[in-house]
């Protein structure tokens, strides 16, 4: 059966009370991240070598674009909608924390496995080969940098039950409390007291971001004024801190900046995701209302039915499609970065990211369809957090370092290792007792979450 044909029919099966928006905003902001992704990579042969600039430097005007096509906000905020639904689910049908945990992190985790697989396997072959070790490095680096969102991600949805009931108990202090954290630390890191500190907002951002998803699930954003307001409050903060405080107008990482809003997340990161998620949330309606059409929805059943394997092979797929036209003698590899040449071409450039992309996700898209599986069994919370801690301190390392190292066997052992280790723990390497369930389909099928069904991710 056709792709398509498969979406079809879950896209018809669709419960009437689910909230469309939420699951075509996940595939949006994905899709977005993919072209960003490929939009910002400048490569160009120089003096026979492969140069891989970046559009955000080459051509610093480009930077404004980063306000649309950063969208890992609008990503954690439907996250926290959607979690919230799922966990509700999960208690209402009187599924623990480890069972609901396991089956969250199969979605999310066994899509990786793959990659990590495949790089491990090409840096170990690497050296054998006679490839230079550089070209390994650089590789695996560009191609995993993305990484450390699924990293943050898991870590955001195991704590659900904690940040949820903090969230039921005192409202939007949840969310202030953490943005309070959060400028501790940026007035700690970006005023020069303990620059290292930074790196605790991965948590301390993308957390409350999180959370936003919570106020628009409980019903915050429902009336179009108040979710104006929040837009506004949003714009005046990220207006005020990129004008008067120390933060750079990009909202993505650029290469030898001296500040970065997204590595580690700031107080403007937020401030975004805040103005983005007012401003979406005054289209629901809408939005719900275009998405009861058939071809929109079945498109969005469709991508999400394989957004992980998306996400985590869109950088490889761009950085195989380089390697062969450098093989293949620079083919299309001459144009000057920005120039009027450049920009005709990319286009043609995006088309082939995409046909390399299609070939990954037509054999490993199976594994993403294979987590989709009702989880029955369970396994301790203590060892479910050891295998998330695994999970991710694996993921954090990949991203960090690619695959290549100095020591035999000349792979990153421990990040790769630590993944499937954590993978092991949490119970998901095991096939046993398991049962298909499509994306579209709640872990209580008997009983209405409010969204129709547990939403997947």
């Known amino acids: ?100 945990l396991r089956s969250r992190m199969s979605r999310l985790v066994i899509p990786v496995l793959p990659l990590v697989a495949f790089w491990t396997v090409l840096g170990a072959a690497a050296g054998p080969a006679g490839v230079d070790p550089y070209l390994i490095r650089v590789g695996s680096v560009n191609a995993l940098v993305a990484l450390w969102f699924l990293a943050v991600y898991v870590l955001a949805v195991a704590l659900v039950p904690l940040t949820r ?52 699930r409980d019903g915050g ?72 059409r058939s071809r929109p929805w079945t498109a969005t059943v469709l991508v999400n039915g394989m957004i992980m394997t998306i996400f985590v092979w869109h950088l490889t797929a761009m950085i195989l499609v380089l390697g062969l036209a450098v093989l293949a003698g620079g083919i299309g590899l001459s144009v000057e970065p920005v120039g009027v040449a450049w920009w005709w071409t990319r286009p043609v450039w995006m088309a082939v990211y995409a046909l390399a992309l299609a070939a990954a996700v037509v054999p490993f898209g199976r594994f993403e369809r294979s987590g989709s599986r009702l989880v029955t069994g369970s396994v301790p919370v203590w060892r479910a957090w050891l295998g998330i801690v695994c999970v991710c301190a694996g993921l954090g390392l990949l991203a960090y370092r690619g695959i290549w190292s100095e020591t035999w066997p000349g792979v990153n052992l421990p990040g790769a290792a630590l993944t499937f280790v954590g993978a092991a723990l949490l119970g998901l390497l095991r096939r046993r007792n398991r049962k298909r369930l499509s994306w579209l389909a709640g872990p209580a099928p008997t009983t209405d979450d409010g969204a129709g069904g547990a939403h997947e991710w």
């Open 1 to 100: 059966m056709k792709a398509w044909d498969r979406a079809s029919i879950l896209a018809e099966a669709t419960p009437p009370s689910r909230n469309r928006y939420i699951d075509f905003l996940r595939a949006v902001s994905i899709l977005a991240v993919v072209f960003g992704h490929w939009m910002m990579a400048a490569p160009q042969i120089v003096d026979g070598e492969l140069e891989v600039r970046h559009l955000l430097v080459v051509a610093p005007w480009t930077q404004v674009a980063t306000w649309v096509l950063q969208v890992m906000p609008v990503f954690f905020v439907v996250g926290g909608y959607a979690n919230a639904a799922s966990w509700e689910a999960a208690a209402h049908s009187g599924r623990g924390y480890a069972t609901w």
């Open 165 to 216: 009931a903090a969230w039921q108990r005192f409202g939007l202090w949840s969310f202030w409390a953490l943005v309070a954290v959060a400028a501790v630390v940026d007035w700690a890191a970006l005023g020069g007291w303990f620059p290292d500190a930074g790196w605790a907002n991965y948590i301390f951002i993308w957390v409350a971001v999180h959370q936003m998803g919570y106020l628009w």
């Open 221 to 292: 954003l429902a009336d179009p004024r108040r979710a104006l307001a929040w837009a506004a409050l949003g714009a005046v903060a990220v207006a005020l801190l990129i004008t008067l405080g120390p933060y750079p107008s990009s909202m993505v990482d650029v290469p030898g900046a001296e500040a970065s809003n997204s590595a580690p997340p700031t107080l403007a990161l937020l401030a975004l995701g805040v103005l983005q998620t007012g401003l979406l949330a005054t289209l629901v309606p809408s939005a719900n209302r275009w998405l009861q």
